[in-house]
């Protein structure tokens, strides 16, 4: 069906403009005539090399329906009768004039116009038989065809525009959400600088001590702790660098050390003083987590709440911790009457998705059956 729809919408009135030649050619070919033979043959082949040559309107697409009714203009003129009381050529003349007036150029469509209302006045006026009124009413009809194609361009340029809006709007909205992305990568880079460059501290320190306490006889240990040591700091440097590289231009430093599930309570009560109740719940034996997931955890349940209060139209949320042996879950969970899943620009969970990627875990955010928004995340705490 899909293949037949394309065929129809591509080539349907190529074949209507073939059977109206067919039919013309028959019509024309057994009517009584006053002339000989030969001049009712060319007659039927002019009509008919006039109708199928609207077949190549994509080539000129004004060219050729106007040519379709100057063309029956002069036929008219030399045979009054050949053009009108024929029913195919009154379709192939009404197809020209919508034609016509649905050219993108919109003076060659008032040209039209112009060429359709002189040829149609023209036919009518040959017409051995015609009556005053088809002087107006035949111009008339032709120019309500054109009327019908000017139309059907002013709408199908109105939905061009929509489609091309909504295209750039997609576009949009993809490249916000590559930089958000970027961005929250960013973000969790520099997190996890902290962590590392504080891990990396500890080594650096215990293995100078460590060299200290040697014995000075012993000059190859000490030499390799002293290699260790410095290969440490020239490490802690290179990640001082690759911080600033990441840092935006006239960022501050941030001093202040990395939350972790240990700031919880203090992010609740600050939650709750502006103005949003929320209660934790603890499930099973808490454990030490990894820092740089303790870090992510920690924002995860900070970004949650914070589409709660942005977007879930409610005073109530739970945050719900559950340990197990080979992982963590957090949720956090609302009563309010609207997804909580966007900050506006629809990039709300993209931290969340990061955060969570990176160490191997998922995540569900959705409505609750019961009512309100909740949303899960599941972060491994096993070797990998």
Same mark, same amino acid.
């Given at each position: 069906?899909?293949?037949?729809?394309?065929?129809?919408?591509?080539?349907?009135?190529?074949?209507?403009?073939?059977?109206?030649?067919?039919?013309?050619?028959?019509?024309?070919?057994?009517?009584?005539?006053?002339?000989?033979?030969v001049?009712?043959?060319?007659?039927?082949?002019?009509?008919?090399?006039?109708?199928?040559?609207?077949?190549?309107?994509?080539?000129?697409?004004?060219?050729?329906?106007?040519?379709a009714?100057?063309?029956s203009?002069?036929?008219s003129?030399?045979?009054?009768?050949?053009?009108?009381?024929?029913?195919?050529?009154?379709?192939?003349?009404?197809?020209?004039?919508?034609?016509?007036?649905?050219?993108?150029?919109?003076?060659?469509?008032?040209?039209?116009?112009?060429?359709?209302?002189?040829?149609?006045?023209?036919?009518?006026?040959?017409d051995?038989?015609?009556?005053?009124?088809?002087?107006?009413?035949?111009?008339?009809?032709?120019?309500?065809g054109?009327?019908?194609?000017?139309?059907?361009?002013?709408?199908?340029?109105?939905?061009?525009?929509?489609? @091309?809006?909504? *295209?750039? =709007?997609?576009?949009?909205?993809?490249? %916000?959400a590559?930089?958000?992305? $970027?961005?929250? /990568? #960013?973000?969790?880079?520099?997190e996890?600088?902290?962590?590392v460059?504080?891990?990396?501290?500890?080594?650096?320190?215990?293995?100078?001590a460590?060299?200290?306490?040697?014995?000075?006889?012993?000059?190859?240990?000490?030499?390799?702790?002293?290699?260790?040591?410095?290969?440490?700091?020239?490490?802690?440097?290179?990640m001082?660098?690759?911080?600033?590289?990441?840092r935006?231009?006239? @960022?501050?430093l *941030?001093? =202040?050390?990395?939350?972790?599930?240990? %700031?919880?309570?203090a992010?609740? $009560?600050?939650? /709750? #003083?502006?103005?949003?109740?929320?209660?934790?719940?603890?499930?099973?034996?808490?454990?030490?987590?990894?820092?740089?997931?303790?870090?992510?955890?920690?924002?995860?349940?900070?970004?949650?709440?914070?589409?709660?209060?942005?977007?879930?139209?409610?005073?109530?949320?739970?945050v719900?911790?559950?340990?197990?042996?080979?992982?963590?879950?957090?949720?956090?969970?609302?009563?309010?009457?609207?997804?909580?899943?966007?900050?506006?620009?629809?990039?709300?969970?993209?931290?969340?998705r990061?955060?969570?990627?990176?160490?191997?875990?998922?995540?569900?955010?959705?409505?609750?059956?019961?009512?309100?928004?909740?949303?899960?995340?599941?972060?491994?705490?096993?070797?990998?």
């Amino acid at each position: 069906m899909r293949r037949l729809r394309a065929f129809l919408l591509d080539h349907g009135l190529d074949a209507v403009l073939v059977c109206l030649a067919t039919g013309a050619a028959l019509t024309l070919t057994t009517r009584p005539t006053s002339t000989d033979d030969v001049a009712g043959v060319l007659h039927a082949v002019a009509v008919i090399v006039m109708i199928l040559a609207l077949t190549l309107r994509r080539r000129a697409p004004f060219v050729i329906p106007a040519g379709a009714w100057l063309s029956s203009a002069v036929l008219s003129l030399v045979d009054g009768s050949l053009i009108v009381g024929q029913a195919s050529l009154s379709i192939v003349g009404m197809i020209s004039a919508v034609l016509l007036g649905d050219l993108r150029d919109r003076s060659q469509a008032r040209a039209g116009l112009a060429v359709v209302v002189a040829s149609a006045a023209t036919v009518a006026y040959q017409d051995p038989t015609h009556t005053p009124g088809d002087l107006f009413f035949i111009p008339g009809l032709f120019a309500a065809g054109w009327l019908v194609g000017f139309a059907l361009h002013a709408r199908t340029e109105q939905t061009q525009a929509a489609e @091309e809006r909504a *295209d750039r =709007a997609e576009l949009q909205r993809r490249n %916000e959400a590559r930089v958000a992305v $970027a961005e929250e /990568r #960013a973000r969790i880079a520099r997190e996890l600088h902290d962590v590392v460059a504080h891990a990396v501290s500890v080594m650096v320190l215990q293995v100078g001590a460590l060299r200290h306490r040697l014995p000075l006889e012993d000059s190859t240990s000490r030499e390799a702790l002293r290699n260790v040591e410095e290969a440490g700091r020239e490490a802690l440097t290179e990640m001082r660098r690759l911080l600033d590289a990441m840092r935006h231009e006239g @960022e501050p430093l *941030d001093l =202040a050390p990395q939350p972790g599930l240990g %700031e919880i309570v203090a992010l609740l $009560a600050s939650v /709750r #003083a502006a103005g949003l109740d929320t209660d934790l719940h603890v499930h099973g034996e808490a454990v030490d987590l990894p820092p740089g997931l303790a870090v992510s955890a920690y924002r995860i349940t900070q970004e949650g709440l914070t589409n709660v209060i942005k977007h879930a139209h409610t005073h109530y949320a739970e945050v719900h911790l559950r340990y197990s042996t080979d992982g963590l879950e957090l949720e956090v969970r609302d009563n309010g009457d609207g997804p909580a899943a966007t900050d506006g620009l629809g990039h709300g969970l993209v931290g969340i998705r990061e955060r969570v990627a990176l160490y191997g875990g998922s995540m569900t955010a959705g409505a609750r059956e019961t009512g309100g928004f909740a949303l899960r995340a599941r972060l491994p705490l096993g070797p990998g």
